[in-house]
């Protein structure tokens, strides 16, 4: 029991986050944007963790920063009547997942095939016993336990809750997660004792995380905001200083972001040969975590997260074909 307190106080010493932004709600009036033929709409939530170590207080900030980039994108509004939900640091799971009501099947802006949803959550995550209404899982998951995503009222989100919230899309429509938490990967190729699996499981989903299932995640000290684990950092300048004059696959976000053996220790287990069940826990965690982009479809059917200003790709080929003249008419001369 000592070594799952540990790994479970591991956890919490590395920020945990599940990926999701202003303080807002649907009644606030987000709006599904239609761009390109697809409609865009994204519920985002880091829950802030107030008494806490001071870097948990505020991770609001960090949710407003990484919408404050995805809304430098013409498929992306924030505010009132905008399509980007951001919940206030103060949300419960709840609130969490009844953001998501109105775009699931029979909601009043339900998204339909083509469609993109994305969610985003930043905040703690666990694994083990220690997960709030865990009913265990078993081989071939690494882990014979659940992850949850824990808010801080307390009130938390399982991988079991979260894969049938995304289960409850119209068939056809794109899910792009980001869950940036300490064992986030656990949310993907979980298997239940039930059969009812986890995200992979349900049709056109895309999952980012932080860490694999038995990794936690740390902070990386970069400021403005040092509680931001590496990869929460590169992603928001992504946004901010990718090209904006085409598009921004999601494969190219990932690929501009992802971070791999970040050096905090190098104690790094190999999960291939993990053993079974209880015994697990008797390996150390590790300080070292690998972002991952898990997916069950192929990524050229899936509409980019950054899509330019309509027009803004033809005035750059009519700014290269101007720059081409330039210098045919200077050979000539």
């Known amino acids: 029991m000592d070594n799952r307190i540990s790994a479970w106080s591991a956890g919490l010493a590395g920020i945990c986050a599940a990926a999701t932004m202003a303080v807002m709600s649907n009644d606030a009036g987000a709006v599904p944007l239609r761009f390109g033929g697809h409609a865009y709409q994204a519920v985002m939530v880091a829950p802030n963790y107030p008494g806490g170590p001071a870097f948990d207080d505020h991770l609001d900030l960090s949710r407003a920063a990484f919408a404050a980039g995805l809304s430098t994108w013409a498929n992306w509004r924030r505010g009132p009547g905008g399509n980007i939900d951001e919940l206030a640091g103060n949300a419960t799971a709840a609130d969490f997942l009844n953001a998501m009501t109105p775009y699931q099947a029979g909601g009043a802006q339900a998204l339909q095939a083509g469609d993109l949803f994305f969610g985003f959550y930043f905040g703690h995550g666990a694994t083990g016993p220690f997960s709030p209404g865990n009913v265990g899982e078993q081989a ?154 898990l997916a069950n479809f192929s990524l050229d059917e899936l509409p980019g997260i950054g899509a330019p200003e309509p027009g803004s790709e033809a005035l750059v080929a009519l700014g290269l074909g101007m720059l081409a003249l330039g210098r045919l008419q200077r050979r000539k001369s």
Not at 148 to 166: K, L
Not at 207 to 217: A, C, G, K, N, R
Not at 233 to 240: A, H, P, Q, S, Y
């Open 140 to 293: 071939p998951a690494l882990s014979v336990w659940d992850e949850s995503m824990i808010f801080g009222n307390p009130s938390s989100i399982t991988d079991d809750q979260f894969t049938a919230a995304m289960g409850a899309f119209n068939p056809g429509v794109f899910k792009f997660i980001i869950d940036i938490s300490c064992f986030s990967g656990g949310f993907w190729n979980g298997n239940d004792v039930n059969g009812a699996g986890d995200l992979e499981q349900v049709p056109r989903t895309i999952l980012i995380v932080s860490s694999s299932e038995l990794q936690s995640t740390y902070t990386s000290g970069i400021g403005p905001r040092p509680w931001e684990p590496l990869l929460l950092v590169r992603m928001i300048n992504t946004l901010f200083f990718a090209p904006h004059n085409r598009n921004l696959s999601i494969a190219e976000f990932y690929a501009r972001s992802a971070v791999a053996g970040a050096a905090i220790n190098a104690n790094r287990f190999d999960e291939s040969t993990l053993p079974p069940g209880d015994a697990l826990w008797s390996e150390i965690v590790s300080g070292d975590f690998d972002s991952s982009m």
